[in-house]
C-alpha cells in the first residue's frame, strides 16, 4: 500500500505563499504523472496541476504565473509553491500520484488533503 502525505496547508494572508509537500511512502519502484487538485466550498474538484514523470508541468489558467509545481523523485515527493494567494484560491488541495510498487504496475493514489485559507 502506498501512502500521499501532504502538509503545508495553512490560513494566509490575500498576497501571501505558501509551500505545500505531498511524499509517497510505500514500496516504491517508480512515480509516474503527479497531480494537485484541489476542491473550494460549493464547487466540484478541480485539477490545478499536472507534472510528468520528466518534471515538466501543465496548470490550470487561474494559477499561471502564480504556482509553481516540482517533484523531487530523489524523496517521492512532489511541491507545490503558492505565490500571490488570492481568495479564490481558499481549498482543499489535494496530491495525486500514479505509482508503481516493486512487483506491480501503475496504481492511482490521493493524498489525504491539506486546507488553504485565503483570507485576510
Known amino acids: 500500500q502506498v501512502q500521499l502525505v501532504e502538509s503545508g496547508g495553512d490560513l494566509v494572508q490575500p498576497g501571501g505563499s505558501l509551500r505545500l509537500s505531498c511524499a509517497a511512502s510505500?514500496?516504491?519502484?517508480?512515480?509516474?504523472?503527479m497531480a494537485w487538485h484541489r476542491q473550494a466550498p460549493g464547487k466540484q474538484r478541480e485539477l490545478v496541476v499536472t507534472?510528468?514523470?520528466?518534471?515538466?508541468?501543465t496548470y490550470v489558467d487561474s494559477v499561471k504565473g502564480r504556482f509553481t509545481a516540482s517533484r523531487v523523485d530523489a524523496k517521492n515527493t512532489t511541491y507545490l509553491q503558492m505565490d500571490n494567494l488570492k481568495f479564490e484560491d481558499t481549498a482543499v488541495y489535494y496530491c495525486?500520484?500514479?505509482?508503481?510498487?516493486?512487483?506491480?504496475?501503475?496504481?492511482?493514489?490521493w493524498g489525504q488533503g491539506t486546507q488553504v485559507i485565503v483570507s485576510s
Open positions: 495525486y500520484a500514479e505509482v508503481m510498487v516493486v512487483g506491480d504496475n501503475f496504481r492511482s493514489y
Open positions: 510505500g514500496n516504491i519502484f517508480s512515480i509516474g504523472t
Open positions: 507534472i510528468t514523470s520528466y518534471g515538466s508541468t
